[in-house]
């Protein structure tokens, strides 16, 4: 019975997935359609699937594999990825991989480091958890590969988790960095969490400082009051609660920049253990492995003062 629905459920995924690509011998395709409009089918079967979960996996696995393996066959045989079709399949592929949330991080970390190869750094992937699709291209000139925000900020918390799973680092300008600290520009410059709170996304802004975001070398440059000063000029409403809670994680993770009389031994513990994490990768999946209380947890997690 199961051998059936995995039959039917590769039938349908590799029927839209071959529409994609006869439709590529259109050359007016790419033109005319967007990363998120061509997956977008794929996705919704994806969405709507109600059978068993591992099939589903099963299925959606094979399919981002045999992508990744067409973009490095043709990346090797032509010693470069000037073929923009063939690497916009990649970006399908971590719709379907976040969409279904399929559990194989080895798979997960091997398309990102594809696309991270190609683009030098996670912009075209990743623009689409920061700002809502009609926004994004016009703040980035990047066009959304997701369906809306909170599509955006479900796949990066996808990959993230799994990235951290790996432990996987990515070498940008020479510099090894996790993907939550990887630069947004090609030039070394635009880390996550600056251009999130620099553009006010502060959902995205949570996910990364929650994931272990590291502001250090910012700080060292800039001054903790840089950043603060950045969260309440950018945003005129600067006391919504968006903005407070924004604020709050920040101090919540740097207690570093309170006064010294501000500064609780229960603070500087958090932020120790908390560091002690995120050398292992372990932030925010640590944390609720811990034998403590549930009340300690949520001050781990910055949930509390
Ligand atoms: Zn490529």
């Not at 696995?61 to 066959?73: P, Q, R």
């Not at 932020?271 to 300690?296: C, Q, T, V, Y």
Request: glycine share 4%.
């Amino acid at each position: 019975m199961e051998n059936m629905v995995e039959k039917e459920v590769a039938v349908a995924l590799e029927s839209h997935f071959a529409q994609l690509v006869d439709a590529y011998e259109n050359p007016n395709f790419y033109q005319n359609n967007t990363t998120h409009q061509i997956s977008e089918p794929l996705c919704q079967y994806i969405k709507q699937f109600e059978g068993p979960r591992e099939v589903l996996h099963k299925c959606c696995k094979n399919l981002v594999v045999s992508i990744v393996e067409k973009h490095k066959t043709y990346v090797k045989a032509q010693k470069n990825c000037n073929n923009i079709l063939i690497h916009m399949l990649l970006y399908v592929a971590a719709r379907v991989a976040s969409c279904s949330e399929m559990p194989n991080t080895e798979v997960v970390v091997d398309l990102l480091s594809a696309i991270f190869d190609c683009d030098k750094s996670f912009r075209n992937l990743l623009m689409g958890a920061y700002f809502e699709p009609d926004v994004c291209f016009l703040v980035t000139h990047v066009q959304s590969v997701f369906s809306s925000l909170e599509e955006g900020l479900g796949a990066y918390r996808y990959f993230l988790q799994h990235t951290n799973k790996a432990k996987k680092y990515f070498v940008s300008n020479g510099f090894p960095r996790r993907m939550v600290d990887t630069n947004l520009q090609e030039a070394g410059i635009g880390h996550p969490a600056v251009f999130a709170i620099a553009n006010r996304c502060l959902r995205t802004f949570k996910l990364l400082v929650e994931h272990g975001t590291n502001l250090d070398d910012y700080l060292e440059s800039h001054s903790a009051s840089s950043l603060l000063e950045m969260i309440q000029l950018f945003i005129p409403e600067n006391n919504t609660p968006e903005v407070k809670f924004c604020r709050e994680v920040f101090t919540r993770e740097h207690p570093e920049i309170l006064a010294h009389e501000e500064q609780t031994l229960m603070m500087l513990s958090r932020k120790a253990i908390r560091r002690h994490l995120n050398r292992e990768f372990e932030l925010p999946s640590g944390i609720d492995a811990l034998p403590i209380p549930g009340i300690l947890k949520r001050y781990l997690h910055l949930d509390l003062d």
